[in-house]
Nanobody, 120 residues
Framework: QVQLVESGGGLVQAGGSLRLSCAAS????????MSWYRQAPGKERELVAT????????IYADSVKGRFTISRDNVKNTVYLQMDSLKPEDTAVYYC?????????????WGQGTQVTVSS
């Protein structure tokens, strides 16, 4: 059974940092591109960061470029999102998901996500 479990969210002041984790099970992590998404209240889910199968390439949304870092550990079956210099507009529920390519849609169901709240 495929499972994605996000953790590491919380309440932080603007300018602070958080590190999110996505624990994957039920599939072979290295065979997938992995991405982080977020959904703020009243807004659609948006793509935040993507990392290729072996971690050789990463892509970021303009809104987080230079502040967020995506990484992966295929041995530990875990994907990370290091978030620095957080802003109130980063407040959202953060999700991870797998993709067959960097241009493909997310596949499978979503996890429960982890809430990130940034206070001003």
């Amino acid at each position: 059974q495929v499972q994605l479990v996000e953790s590491g969210g919380g309440l932080v002041q603007a300018g602070g940092s958080l590190r999110l984790s996505c624990a994957a099970s039920g599939f072979t992590l290295y065979t997938y591109v992995m991405s982080w998404y977020r959904q703020a209240p009243g807004k659609e889910r948006e793509l935040v960061a993507t990392i290729t199968n072996n971690g050789g390439s990463v892509i970021y949304a303009d809104s987080v470029k230079g502040r967020f870092t995506i990484s992966r550990d295929n041995v530990k079956n875990t994907v990370y999102l290091q978030m620095d210099s957080l802003k109130p507009e980063d407040t959202a529920v953060y999700y991870c998901n797998r993709r067959r390519s960097i241009w493909g849609p997310p596949v499978g169901s979503w996890g429960q996500g982890t809430q990130v709240t940034v206070s001003s």
